[in-house]
């Protein structure tokens, strides 16, 4: 079903894992005063609930329930950056580590997940507009949005900024097995048979490689202008 974004204009940011589309989406969307909304949390949302309540990964059904059943919301701290709430509980960090990252891959890949959190990440359409950030965002859940973005960067350079970011918070991870990681997620996500990692016909392409968060903020807003919502 496609959502009619000429009421409510959506900006889909797509793109993989590292990419920055996170950042890129949170800067846009404050520059803009549109809500947000972070696809790629409510996997890793799924995937902690089914930890929590000791739900096997392969269990696409239950999984599914879970997904349904979700209770998220999405919020700022005193300094902007995103908070992220199951059950009225603060899980921003727990849904941060690479072990929720790996879950939300796993969980990502079946089709009764993908359906059952259409609907709510199409909730998060309102006035007035929205900036959508995840990996089918333009191609399966906002296909109408008049502007599609696919973010990327190299593996290496992702794998970089995931350890520094890691490193920030006094995590210890070798860079190495991070950029085998990526790459592994990669693979897994453009060769699931259900919505895989591709950019839309339509989107444009952005390489974020080598570029800043200012630099990458700078261009989309450019690009906003050009388009007519």
Request: charged residues 30%; proline residues 4%.
């Amino acid at each position: 079903m496609a959502v009619d974004t000429h009421v409510v204009p959506v900006i889909a940011i797509d793109g993989p894992s590292g990419s920055g589309k996170g950042t890129i989406a949170r800067r846009v969307a404050g520059a803009l005063g549109w809500h947000l909304l972070d696809s790629g949390a409510l996997y890793r949302l799924v995937g902690l609930a089914a930890f929590k309540k000791a739900v096997a990964l392969d269990s696409p059904s239950k999984l599914a329930d879970l997904a349904r059943a979700l209770n998220v919301r999405f919020s700022a701290d005193s300094s902007d950056a995103e908070e992220i709430w199951l059950d009225e509980q603060n899980v921003t960090a727990e849904i941060r580590n690479e072990e929720a990252g790996r879950r939300a891959s796993v969980v990502a890949a079946f089709p009764e997940v993908r359906d059952a959190l259409v609907g709510l990440q199409r909730s998060f359409q309102k006035a007035p507009g929205l900036v959508a950030d995840g990996r089918d965002m333009g191609t399966v859940v906002f296909t109408d949005a008049p502007l599609k973005i696919f973010l990327t960067a190299s593996p290496e350079e992702r794998a970089q900024r995931r350890h520094k970011q890691l490193k920030g918070k006094g995590i210890d991870v070798s860079l190495p097995a991070l950029s085998r990681d990526i790459k592994e997620r990669d693979r897994r996500d453009s060769q699931r048979e259900v919505a895989p990692l591709k950019p839309a016909d339509d989107a444009r392409l952005l390489d974020s490689s080598g570029k800043s968060i200012d630099e990458v903020t700078a261009i989309v807003l450019r690009w906003v202008k050009e388009v007519r919502f």
